[in-house]
């Protein structure tokens, strides 16, 4: 019966991107690194791409305007823009976001990091609902209470995505924990609400999708594997290392140490970014002072793709999965071969156990 | 391909143990709760149960006595005695695990926690399979290194329990991660040896199962899950916490400070144990000096069930997974619909994608 209601929830899930195939795999909108090429790439694959916010807050409109011209080329055919936009709540522009969401009408906007809780989130939701009726609002939480506040809020999301600890990128700094715990409690405890949950955190292959929708997942979301896609905005020296880099339990970790290197200030406390670690780190920790460390990586930052590295200093921010990231492919193949290995999996299991 | 490499390693685990029904569950050796009674009920519903260490090492001795009464009086017949014994090395006696082995000829031994890493864990395994050739030899790893060190050593195990950051009890102070990334990333460096891989750390319930099967893993070890079982040696005051605990991630720290309140010192700075937090943490954590806590604690040592809880002093080992585990159930009946969840979730999901 739980199995049933699952099925139910990804069909749910489903139904507003009918382009998308089973299993219902996300491109993750990663800030800058998931532009329009990756996220168009992962819907023409028969994924839902996200574009990640930009630079500026007036980035996306450049973005969502090449994406609509990548869009007309491919075949994708849909009333709305046939990806999603993510926003970073706390440092995010509401004004534009609205006129971006009313002009190019995408099929989804994904919201995370609120400075002000569920009450932020209401106020974009209900401003972006506004813009765009039928442009689907999700909701990225990392922890089970700020689940049970989006469901339980006046502007509950059309879908909740949960992050686990293993996520790169920006989470939950502290009190979190593995998708394999995580996501359960949360789907358990939202399930009254009937909105379909998507996983996030630590899904790099196919494995880590099948076990995903085994959880209860409507869809899984994968960040991580897409840094090293041919479509992923990103520098060639950052890609170099999510291919290289093993062990992410040893060689990652939590700090804003390198989103302040970067001139990146005011993140919400309740977050922070899991990053490679390099000798910015190293020396930070061996007592080398913020200011000394500033001018070292900004050095690095004028020396271009030998600025990352175990011996560089830039931020490589990424999962703890990323030593399951062996090599570059195009986003449209790593779609299409994790959906199979997916599938693959799932089939075996069932046949022997 | 890479299903059918893991369809071969579920049968290379299972077949010493042909009592054990798809799938492989083990019932982790959870030290003094998990005694003769919890470990034969698991194996007598066709999991692999596992005794866990006594408070003194020769406590081995009386409860491997009890289990082999159990045994007899049981449906379970074998040549080896058809439940594993695990001993933690570090502060483990050999020459008595070594006795006690030769004595009962458990099916499996369970090592964990050397104080010097492989060579210490090579000595224990020529040890005891000096005593008993048929004896199958575990070797419990949290990391991706100490993993390639354990197949790579001279001894290597028969079989590899790998426990993500999710567990309870002791695990990895520092550089873990889920199992849903540790897992697959230690399968993969250790797939050449041909030795089979257990996933343990956040499996709760059927779709803990199916996650780590679809993970790749030959078996899922679970401990928690077993805390709140009729069987399981645990004060009831204890147990009433694990049912009632949620939010993991939120309300279990990693900390040596309940093993100091206990009296238990010398743990190898490598790994800590996971509790729910209480009042002890909060107290440290405000500055109370330990030997105040200390005094309060060992008052409420005394005052029997009432000791645990939030507002308890009592260490209350856990996972992260505690929300899931929602009531006390025999672990016949926990080992049974554990198994039909992860084959009806599976099922459907072969099904539907």
């Not at 994406?67 to 993510?86: N, T």
């Not at 709540?89 to 995370?112: M, Q, R, Y």
Request: glycine fraction near 12%; include cysteine.
């Amino acid at each position: 019966m739980a199995a049933q209601r699952t099925a139910e929830l990804r069909r749910l899930l489903a139904r507003p991107y009918p382009w998308v195939k089973k299993s219902f795999i996300v491109g993750a909108p990663m800030r800058i690194m998931a532009g329009p090429n990756l996220a168009v790439a992962v819907s023409a694959a028969g994924g839902l791409g996200f574009l990640g916010p930009q630079v500026k807050p007036d980035g996306v409109l450049a973005d969502l305007d090449k994406a609509r011209e990548l869009v007309a080329a491919s075949s994708l055919r849909h009333p709305l823009l046939p990806i999603g936009v993510g926003f970073q709540v706390w440092n995010g522009d509401l004004k534009i976001a609205t006129s971006a969401v009313e002009k190019h009408k995408p099929c989804a906007v994904w919201l995370f990091a609120p400075r002000n809780g569920q009450k932020e989130l209401d106020e974009w939701t209900t401003s972006l609902r506004g813009a765009s009726r039928d442009t689907q609002v999700w909701i990225q939480v990392g922890t089970l209470s700020d689940a049970i506040a989006a469901v339980n809020s006046l502007t509950p999301p059309d879908v909740l995505v949960v992050q686990g600890s293993e996520a790169g990128g920006h989470g939950m700094a502290k009190q979190s924990t593995g998708t394999i715990v995580l996501f359960p409690e949360v789907a358990d405890a939202v399930k009254e609400s009937g909105i379909p949950v998507v996983a996030a955190g630590g899904i790099i292959d196919g494995r880590g999708v099948a076990a995903a929708l085994s959880l209860g997942a409507a869809g899984v979301a994968m960040g991580t594997r897409f840094l090293a896609s041919s479509e992923a905005r990103i520098a060639k020296g950052y890609q170099d290392e999510v291919v290289r880099a093993s062990d992410g339990a040893k060689n990652t970790l939590r700090t804003q140490l390198y989103n302040h290197l970067r001139g990146t200030f005011g993140w919400p406390e309740l977050f922070s970014p899991r990053t490679l670690i390099n000798r910015s780190w190293i020396d930070h920790e061996a007592g080398v002072p913020f200011e000394k460390l500033q001018v070292l990586h900004d050095e690095a930052a004028k020396s271009g793709d030998a600025g990352w590295g175990p011996e560089g200093r830039l931020a490589t921010y990424v999962g703890t999965g990323v030593g399951l990231v062996r090599s570059v492919q195009d986003a449209g193949v790593i779609v299409e071969s994790v959906r199979n290995e997916a599938r693959d999996i799932l089939k075996a299991l069932t046949d022997d156990i």
